[in-house]
């Protein structure tokens, strides 16, 4: 037998430190060639390591978390061979040279890139019986959610991944043994205990936006209500002529009435370098688009905005909000946005105050619509009402401005032949 040790690989990029983000490992357990060890986390990706042998893991090189330099100590293991090995850092998809193999082991592939972490599941038969008291339950996000919303106490679920993760199929086979058998909670009982979950990878990152867009941006936010009444009738009729192209949400008008409104107000579809003092102006409008996922929030970009069609804008827009949530999503496709759109979806709001996704100067939020009574001057009339929220950078756009380019965006909105005029609206 001989110990070899796995190395952080190089991510490319020019990147020289990543993040800690998940383990699929610890020590003593058995691995196969190409089993996932863990994930780190760039600026911009998530990249998975996989083992480069067969054998049992001796020790790990990091803590979850833990910021290390590329070319540090990941593991090391324990695998058929005589005598303690190097392994060569695991490569990654942009390297283009095979890395050098120990005597007695071929490298695995490549480790994937993906815009989120991802659950490995451990072998079939590899059950773990429920945790000690007051032991933490390992699980994802989107596993505590989907368990908090059907009722099921996590702390009784066995969980089959690595480590004794509890992954989806584990709450498969929950569901499969019927109401009857499922854990349920305590009821009205008194509950007591806390858990400490440590922000890192994707939410560390998100934190680490959201403070130095807080700190750097005196933000300045402009409600104001919109009747879609009109944009809701084209919409309808759109959808009942679309034949096989994509259905229209309000998203698409949204994005077309917002390139027309910077075309307008240049000042908006801007970055501003505050440590240098400049203001960029883009001439391509590339929207991002606020995505919430299973592992926080994540921003693709719609480029060129301004030289789509509503469909081809539906079809672009959900297939990076599909990229996003399934950790397909490329660099490219989560970087260069100029201007940014959020919205709750269906849970809504009557108003938000969005963060403006730095360096950018503004960002539109798209709040609850609903059905209202308006005063049409005789009769009050039901109308399909929404508010828009949008916030600006109160160092480069002065208040009349912001207000000036709400008002834009509201007419263009509430009249949506003017969306796609060729004149000017």
Same mark, same amino acid.
């Given at each position: 037998m001989g110990i070899s040790t796995i190395?952080?690989?190089?991510?490319?990029?020019?990147?020289?430190?990543?993040?800690?983000?998940?383990w699929f490992v610890k020590p003593g357990d058995a691995v196969r060639e190409d089993d996932i060890l863990a994930s780190v986390m760039t600026d911009k990706a998530t990249v998975e390591i996989p083992s480069l042998y067969t054998?049992?893991?001796?020790?790990?090189?990091?803590?979850?978390?833990?910021?290390?330099?590329?070319?540090?100590?990941?593991?090391?293991?324990?695998?058929?061979?005589?005598?303690?090995?190097?392994?060569?850092?695991?490569?990654?998809?942009e390297d283009t +040279?095979? !890395? #050098?193999?120990?005597?007695? *082991?071929?490298? =695995?592939?490549?480790?994937?890139?993906?815009?989120a972490p991802s659950v490995a599941a451990a072998p079939a038969g590899d059950a773990r019986a429920p945790r000690a008291a007051g032991e933490a339950p390992l +699980?994802? !996000? #989107?596993?505590?959610?989907? *368990?908090?919303? =059907?009722?099921?106490?996590?702390?009784?679920?066995?969980?089959?991944?690595?480590?004794?993760?509890?992954?989806?199929a584990d709450l498969d086979a929950?569901?499969?043994?019927?109401?009857?058998?499922? !854990? #349920?909670?305590s009821g009205r009982s008194r509950r007591t205990g806390t858990e400490d979950i440590r922000v890192i990878g994707l939410r560390r990152k998100i934190a680490d936006r959201m403070s130095l867009a807080n700190a750097r941006i005196p933000h300045i936010t402009v409600i104001e209500e919109i009747d879609v009444t009109a944009l809701e009738d084209l919409r309808a009729a759109m959808n009942a002529e679309r034949g096989d192209r994509a259905k229209l949400t309000m998203l698409p008008f949204v994005t077309a009435a917002l390139s027309r409104a910077v075309a307008r107000h240049p000042e908006m579809n801007a970055h501003f370098d505050d440590d240098a003092g400049i203001v960029t102006r883009h001439a391509a409008v590339h929207i991002g688009i606020a995505t919430m996922t299973d592992n926080g929030l994540i921003v693709p970009v719609l480029r060129h905005a301004e030289a789509l069609g509503p469909h081809a804008t539906a079809t672009?827009?959900?297939?990076?909000?599909?990229?996003?949530?399934?950790?397909?999503?490329?660099?490219?496709?989560?970087?260069?946005?100029?201007i940014t759109i959020t919205s709750l979806g269906p849970l809504g709001a009557i108003a938000t105050t969005p963060i403006i996704n730095h360096p950018e100067v503004a960002i539109l939020g798209i709040n609850k619509m609903a059905v209202r009574p308006q005063w049409d001057g005789q009769q009050f009339v039901p109308r399909k009402m929404m508010n828009i929220s949008a916030s600006f950078d109160h160092r480069v756009i002065d208040g009349w401005d912001a207000a000036s380019f709400v008002a834009l965006v509201k007419r263009l909105l509430e009249n949506p032949a003017l969306i796609f005029m060729e004149s000017e609206a």
């Open positions: 190395r952080i690989p190089d991510v490319g990029e020019g990147v020289a430190q990543v993040e800690l983000s998940e054998g049992t893991i001796v020790s790990l090189g990091a803590e979850l978390g833990e910021v290390v330099a590329v070319g540090s100590m990941l593991v090391t293991i324990e695998h058929a061979g005589e005598g303690a090995t190097e392994a060569p850092a695991a490569e990654t998809a +040279a095979e !890395p #050098a193999p120990a005597a007695d *082991a071929t490298p =695995a592939p490549a480790p994937k890139l993906s815009a +699980a994802s !996000p #989107a596993v505590r959610r989907r *368990a908090r919303e =059907a009722g099921i106490d996590l702390r009784q679920v066995r969980g089959t991944g690595r480590a004794g993760r509890i992954i989806q929950v569901f499969a043994r019927g109401p009857g058998d499922a !854990p #349920a909670p672009e827009i959900g297939r990076l909000a599909e990229a996003a949530r399934n950790g397909s999503a490329k660099r490219e496709e989560l970087s260069g946005s100029t």
